[in-house]
């Protein structure tokens, strides 16, 4: 496996994902968007809310993975499954790219 290449595209997910995170965190914190007066609108307002909170906690764990990734890359430690000390199939990596468990021990 290329641990230069999967870098790049751990590096690059997590840019595209430091991006999503902010901007779904001003949202949250309406610094982009003015608050209903109408208790109609401030209902729906709360209810959309609750999506975006779901997605920015989705967000921030896939940040937390793909920042363990690098960090294991850094500690040569990336192709070994933390469970069995096995290694960690190439393929499983190209599609999980965070994982840090071998298919068996999945």
């Known amino acids: 496996m290329d641990l230069d290449a999967q870098r790049e ?3 690059n ?3 595209t994902l430091l991006g999503r995170h902010a901007r779904l965190t001003g949202h949250l914190r309406n610094t982009d968007r003015e608050l209903p007066a109408d208790w109609t609108e401030m209902a729906q307002f709360v209810e959309n809310d609750e999506v975006l ?8 764990e896939r940040l937390d993975g793909m920042v363990q990734a ?3 890359i850094d500690q040569g430690i990336y192709l070994v499954c933390a469970r069995c000390g096995g290694t960690i199939e ?8 965070t ?3 071998c298919a068996k021990c999945a």
């Not at 909170?53 to 921030?60: C, I, K, N, S, V």
């Not at 190439?90 to 790219?97: G, K, S, T, V, W």
């Open 9 to 11: 595209r751990l590096e």
């Open 13 to 15: 997910e997590l840019r």
């Open 53 to 60: 909170e779901a997605l920015e906690g989705r967000t921030r």
């Open 70 to 72: 690098l960090a294991r």
């Open 90 to 97: 190439a393929e499983r990596l190209d599609i999980l790219p």
């Open 99 to 101: 994982t840090h468990v």
